[in-house]
C-alpha cells in the first residue's frame, strides 16, 4: 500500500486569499487541527489551529499571517509503513501528499490508514513476501517476474519504495508460495540484495504489531 492509494479528498486545502476564519471552521467540520495551504496548485505546508487562534483578526486572509509552515509530506510512491512514520513523528492528524514536483495531490487521515490496517490483519491469503533493494537503473519487473516464475510462482502484487536523494529502491513482492527458499536462492545468484522474507502470517503480525503501535500513538 502506497500514499496514492491512501488519499481522501475529504479535507479540502485552504488557499492564501481565504481567511483563518474559514480555516477555523474547516478544522471544527472535520474535526482536524491542521488544514494544508495550497498557492497554485504547489503544496506550501500545513497552517494550525493555534496560529490563528493567536491573531487578533481572524477575518485576514491567509496570505497577511507571517506563517512559519510545518512541511510534513509524503510522495505518493511512499509506502504505508512511511507514512505512519511520518505522521507519528511530526505528531499531525492529516499528512498531505505531493507529486515529485511538489503538486499538492490531497491527504492522508488517520481515519484512513486504520482503515486499511482494519482491513489488511484480518486477511489471510496463502503466500510470502519477500523485499529486495536493487538500483533504479537495474530494475526490471519484467526480470524479477521471470526469476519467481522460474519457480512455478507467481508475482501476486508489487509496490515501490524509494528515497529522494538515493539511486535505490526497495521492491516489495507478494508471491503466491509459502515456500520460497529456492526463489530467494535465485536472487541471490543473479546478485539481488534481499531485504526482508517472511509469509502471509509473520506479514499479518508485523502488520498488526505497526497497527497496536500506531494506536498506541493515537491514545497515549
Known amino acids: 500500500m502506497i500514499a496514492s492509494e491512501l488519499i481522501t479528498y475529504d479535507i479540502p486545502p485552504l488557499k492564501?486569499?481565504?481567511?483563518?476564519?474559514?480555516?477555523?471552521?474547516?478544522?471544527?467540520?472535520?474535526?482536524?487541527?491542521?488544514?494544508?495551504?495550497?498557492?497554485?496548485?504547489?503544496?506550501?505546508?500545513?497552517?494550525?489551529?493555534?496560529?490563528?487562534?493567536?491573531?487578533n483578526d481572524q477575518d485576514d486572509p491567509i496570505k497577511n499571517y507571517n506563517l512559519s509552515y510545518r512541511n510534513?509530506?509524503?510522495?505518493?510512491?511512499?509506502?504505508?509503513?512511511?507514512?505512519?512514520s511520518l505522521i507519528v513523528e511530526n505528531n499531525i492528524d492529516i499528512l498531505p501528499v505531493v507529486d515529485k514536483e511538489g503538486k499538492y495531490l490531497g491527504v492522508i487521515t488517520i481515519k484512513s490508514v486504520l482503515n486499511y490496517f482494519s482491513k489488511?490483519?484480518?486477511?489471510?491469503?496463502?503466500?510470502?513476501?519477500?523485499?529486495?533493494?536493487?538500483?533504479?537503473?537495474?530494475?526490471?519487473?519484467?526480470?524479477?517476474?521471470?526469476?519467481?516464475?522460474?519457480?512455478?510462482?507467481?508475482?501476486l502484487a508489487s509496490f515501490i519504495t524509494s528515497h529522494p536523494d538515493s539511486t535505490k529502491l526497495e521492491v516489495?513482492?507478494?508471491i503466491n508460495k509459502t515456500e520460497i527458499s529456492r526463489i530467494l536462492h535465485t536472487f541471490e545468484r543473479?546478485?539481488?540484495?534481499?531485504?526482508?522474507?517472511?509469509?502471509?502470517?509473520?506479514?499479518?503480525?508485523?502488520l498488526k504489531s505497526r497497527y497496536d503501535e500506531f494506536l498506541r500513538f493515537l491514545n497515549p
Not at 26 to 46: A, C, N, Q, R, S
Not at 137 to 150: G, M, P, Q, T
Not at 191 to 197: A, H, K, L, P
Open 190 to 206: 543473479f546478485d539481488y540484495v534481499i531485504t526482508g522474507s517472511y509469509n502471509e502470517t509473520e506479514y499479518e503480525k508485523d
Open 16 to 55: 492564501l486569499s481565504e481567511t483563518g476564519e474559514k480555516a477555523l471552521g474547516w478544522m471544527e467540520e472535520f474535526k482536524v487541527t491542521d488544514i494544508p495551504i495550497v498557492d497554485k496548485g504547489k503544496y506550501l505546508g500545513l497552517i494550525q489551529e493555534a496560529e490563528i487562534l493567536d491573531r
Open 172 to 174: 516489495t513482492l507478494k
Open 72 to 84: 510534513p509530506f509524503a510522495y505518493a510512491h511512499q509506502h504505508l509503513f512511511e507514512i505512519i
Open 120 to 155: 489488511a490483519v484480518s486477511i489471510a491469503n496463502l503466500g510470502s513476501i519477500i523485499t529486495l533493494e536493487l538500483n533504479i537503473r537495474d530494475y526490471s519487473l519484467a526480470e524479477i517476474s521471470k526469476l519467481v516464475e522460474s519457480d512455478n510462482a507467481q508475482i
